[in-house]
């Protein structure tokens, strides 16, 4: 059984450029959600998509994009990127939105 | 809205000595989780919690839950260095399908 991978591990960008973070989730889990965790704080729910649809948003502006791919498979999408998007980013997979969430090893973002 | 406030927000202890993180929370939740992280890594899942009175354990550290009280604790039985990382408590709701992180406790065990 494959766990949660996502890339790339590490990732530096300058202001007002995009970005594009990957997730595949865990073997037979239809559900991703994605975290945004800052230095020294809690990780903070950006979305989730379930079978390809968004279900569920925090409190992030619309430059933060999302897409599932019928694999499950999902990009996490940024836009316009602002020093304070540096940050872990990470994903998490489950079934059917209700079970357990299974993290990846993140994705850590840098914006200078 | 669902909060969750951990704490201490800051631990230092002496390997040896028992000490409990304390996880409340503002409203009714289905399920409460703990991860460990360690710096610049993911989210290590330690305990689900799902029901009233619930009690796990894992080696040093033993989780609990107090649904009427909204509390959730996380005891440390003779701390040893490999414990040294930070803690959060989780909680989600069928109708929100998030999980919400408290501010996390970071525990630094020294000799």
């Known amino acids: 059984e494959t766990g949660v991978t996502q890339s790339p591990t590490h990732l530096i960008k300058t202001r007002g450029q995009q970005v594009t973070l990957r997730c595949s989730s865990q073997?037979?889990?239809?559900?991703v959600s994605w975290y945004q965790q800052a230095l020294g704080q809690g990780p903070q729910f950006i979305f989730q998509?379930?079978?390809?649809?968004?279900?569920g948003r925090g409190n992030f502006p619309p430059r933060f994009s999302g897409l599932q791919f019928p694999n499950y498979s999902s990009e996490l999408n940024v836009n316009a990127l602002e020093l304070d998007d540096s940050a872990l980013y990470l994903c998490?997979?489950?079934?059917?939105?209700?079970?357990?969430?299974?993290f990846g090893p993140g994705t850590r973002l840098t914006v200078t | 809205e669902l909060k969750v406030e951990q704490n201490p927000l800051f631990l230092s202890m002496q390997e040896g000595k028992n000490y409990t993180i304390y996880c409340n929370y503002s409203?009714?939740?289905?399920?409460l989780y703990w991860y460990r992280q360690d710096p610049g890594k993911s989210l290590e899942s330690l305990f689900v919690?799902?029901?009233?009175?619930a009690v796990k354990q894992e080696g040093r550290l033993m989780a609990s839950l107090d649904t009427k009280a909204r509390l959730s604790t996380l005891h440390i039985t003779a701390a040893v260095h490999d414990l040294s990382a930070t803690y959060f408590c989780?909680?989600?709701?069928?109708?929100?399908?998030?999980?919400?992180f408290g501010t996390g406790t970071r525990l630094q065990v020294f000799p």
């Open positions: 998490a997979s489950s079934l059917n939105r209700i079970y357990e969430q299974y």
């Open positions: 073997s037979g889990h239809n559900t």
């Open positions: 998509y379930y079978r390809e649809e968004e279900n």
């Open positions: 409203t009714t939740s289905d399920r």
């Open positions: 919690l799902l029901s009233n009175g």
């Open positions: 989780a909680v989600d709701t069928s109708d929100t399908d998030k999980l919400i």
